[in-house]
């Protein structure tokens, strides 16, 4: 569950400082190669992958014509604005307008040769004939093989039509223009008014200004604590105090090797300035809500999974907001593409739970234990159960109790960021 103080900043475009403060007790020694005492305690534990990227359009789509033919305009121009719907470029008409009118005639010959070919097998399977004057009835036997001629005939007849209509149809859904999915600005255009094109050939590239992501390589030590929809951070170099909310969106299934360092590329999508502004105006809402009942817009996103109760409960209680920047402030941040990040992926983070050194854990198989020393002087080799645990501190689940004195190696480190190939891992864990 992520802590009240890392919501306000997942929910807000806020500065948060996380100082890594070790595990320290008063009954360790100084700082040494020795065997040390370490007192088991609870703290906080936080677990962070993070590695530098840029950020990029997540929504960029190269529009296309659906046809070959010969450009006839295009309409934009590098850089301009574009709606969902608006005409960007089209080909010259004439020659589709002509095939359009052959294909339609075909599809009226075919529709013709069908009523003729049933018109016929009607003849065919009539068992009377009346002559011209009504009043003479000639009664024959029908033919049962002339039958299954026409009823071949027929089914033919059909066929030509169905295959006449479907080219029809091809043809329709082949427009001569080109047309914006949705609203953005066109980032590069590729085709000119008099070009030969041929069907699928590039007209204009466009791309949603407001939606962006970001790529990172992350260690193959690190890859198996990462997976889709992991809370992220992603921190604008150039923007003082500007960090991002984000969410791991996707994770490439094969490595990227180099130089023999295997490292996997982890993309995260980045939430738009507007839906932070969105959410901070939704918790200022919520704070001015007296009645203690749980609004709509709230609900609902506990519901979609958006955010956990506990947190819909911290927005209604007004204290994430006091460290967020106010909503007008969004303003003044202007996204671009390329762009340098820093992005830290949020892996795991515990408070309040019992913490010991790495060092001091011994393994055996699948099991691991600590040496605990005893208040009448002698040592106990104790069997644990862990949970998460960084560079540093192991998470303790059972085996060891708050104030228990345990034999570990080594000075305990206080402050460090570990460099890892695809990144810095870091970790922090305090008492």
Not at 236 to 265: C, E, F, H, R
Not at 329 to 336: F, H, K, N, Q, V
Request: glycine content about 8%; aromatic content about 4%.
């Amino acid at each position: 569950m992520i802590h009240v103080k890392r919501l306000a900043l997942l929910l807000f475009c806020a500065v948060l400082v996380l100082p890594a403060i070790g595990c320290t007790s008063d009954d360790e020694g100084e700082a040494g190669n020795g065997i040390e005492e370490y007192t088991v305690t609870r703290g906080d534990l936080t677990v962070e992958v993070s590695a530098s990227g840029n950020l990029q359009f997540s929504t960029q789509e190269d529009l296309a014509f659906d046809m070959a033919g010969t450009v006839e305009e295009v309409f934009v121009e590098e850089g301009d604005p574009v709606d969902e719907g608006q005409t960007v470029a089209t080909l010259d008409t004439a020659d589709w307008e002509e095939h359009l009118r052959a294909l339609e005639l075909s599809v009226l010959a075919a529709q013709i040769s069908v009523n003729q070919a049933e018109i016929a097998l009607e003849e065919a399977e009539r068992e009377t004939e009346t002559s011209i004057t009504g009043d003479v009835v000639i009664w024959c036997c029908p033919d049962d093989d002339e039958i299954e001629i026409r009823e071949m005939q027929v089914e033919q007849a059909e066929l030509r039509l169905e295959d006449a209509q479907a080219q029809l149809d091809e043809h329709l859904a082949q427009s001569p223009e080109v047309v914006a999915p949705f609203d953005g600005f066109v980032t590069q255009v590729v085709a000119e008014g008099g070009d030969e094109v041929f069907k699928g050939s590039i007209a204009v590239v466009i791309a949603d200004p407001d939606k962006f992501e970001a790529s990172i390589l992350v260690s193959e030590n690190d890859i198996g604590k990462v997976e889709e929809g992991t809370q992220a951070l992603v921190d604008i170099d150039s923007m003082s105090g500007v960090v991002l909310p984000a969410k791991v969106s996707a994770i490439a299934p094969t490595a990227t090797i180099s130089s023999g360092v295997v490292n996997y590329q982890v993309t995260v999508d980045v939430d738009s300035l507007e839906e932070i502004r969105s959410r901070i105006e939704m918790a200022s809402t919520n704070r001015t809500n007296q009645s203690g009942e749980m609004p709509e817009e709230l609900r609902s996103a506990v519901e979609s999974g958006e955010i956990t109760q506990e947190e819909a409960q911290a927005m209604m209680s007004g204290g994430p907001a006091d460290a967020a920047a106010p909503s007008n402030d969004l303003a003044r941040i202007e996204l671009r593409e390329g762009l340098s990040v820093s992005v830290t992926l949020l892996i795991a983070e515990k408070t309040d739970v019992l913490l010991v050194p790495n060092a001091a854990i011994s393994k055996a198989g699948n099991k691991a234990f600590v040496t605990v020393l005893l208040e009448d002087g002698t040592e106990e080799q104790r069997s644990i159960t862990t949970g998460v645990s960084n560079w540093q501190y192991t998470e303790i689940l059972g085996g060891l109790e708050e104030g228990d004195v345990i034999k570990t190696v080594g000075a305990i480190a206080t402050d460090v960021d570990l460099e890892r190939p695809g990144g810095i891992v870091r970790m922090q864990g305090h008492p």
